[in-house]
């Protein structure tokens, strides 16, 4: 089964960008959706498709894809938007799915 | 307002089973196609199996085959997921997510996202 790759933590300065990868073969037939999770909490759908947001989320969360990397970035960060994030695909090779290792966002 | 309320946690010895449920309130069961994910302590999400509506079917994790059930009471709106055999691995926090899925302006399948998600059910396995 296919695996998504990403960084264990990043930091941001406050108001700074930053932008959280995710690699895996599956990204170069699927879209990344990604999640995310802060303590005690329930994931919450951030991105979607080509570059979606859904209602609610601000618009400084934005997504992209190139080849087998998808890419979540948070530009102009704030202290809300430290959390966990996890990317999410379709398995190229079934019709499962398969969840990012995860990356810790600190915003400093 | 589209919701989906889990039942309360569990505590079970290992090798017994434990049914999580899953109420969607706002919507109906038969519009959504309902996935469960996983975490155990300290650990990342892990999608367990679902309804798959390209198949028509519900798929498994293969790690899960023969030990997970997942099924539906449409007269209730309630999803349940059924896991046996337990262990202590198997400590975690379980999720009910509904999935919605986008097609193409020729009706071919192009993204899907888990947009909805429960609060959690802890599951606790120990003797």
């Known amino acids: 089964s296919s695996e998504l790759t990403q960084d264990p933590a990043v930091s941001v300065a406050l108001g700074q960008t930053v932008r959280i990868t995710c690699q895996g073969d599956s990204l170069r037939s699927y879209y990344a959706s990604w999640y995310q999770q802060k303590p005690g909490q329930a994931p919450v759908l951030v991105i979607y498709g080509k570059n979606n947001r859904p209602s609610g989320i601000p618009d400084r969360f934005s997504g992209s894809s190139s080849g087998n990397t998808a890419s979540l970035t948070i530009t102009g960060a704030q202290a809300e938007d430290e959390a966990d994030y996890y990317c999410?695909?379709?398995?190229?090779?079934?019709?499962?799915?398969?969840f990012g290792t995860g990356t810790k966002v600190t915003v400093l | 307002q589209v919701q989906l309320v889990q039942s309360g946690a569990e505590v079970k010895k290992p090798g017994a089973s434990v049914k999580v449920s899953c109420k969607v309130s706002?919507?109906?069961?038969?519009?959504?196609?309902m996935h469960w994910v996983r975490q155990a302590p300290g650990k990342g999400l892990e999608w367990m199996g679902g309804f798959d509506p390209e198949d028509g079917e519900t798929i498994y994790a293969q790690k899960f085959q023969g030990r997970v059930t997942m099924t539906e009471d449409t007269s209730t709106d309630t999803a349940y997921m059924e896991l046996s055999s337990l262990r202590s691995e198997d400590t975690a926090v379980y999720y009910c997510?509904?999935?919605?899925?986008?097609?193409?302006?020729?009706?071919?399948?192009?993204?899907?996202?888990?947009?909805?998600w429960g609060q959690g059910t802890m599951v606790t396995v120990s003797s």
């Open positions: 999410n695909s379709r398995d190229s090779s079934s019709n499962h799915y398969v």
């Open positions: 706002g919507y109906t069961l038969t519009e959504v196609s």
């Open positions: 997510g509904s999935a919605t899925y986008y097609y193409d302006s020729s009706g071919y399948y192009s993204h899907d996202a888990f947009d909805i």
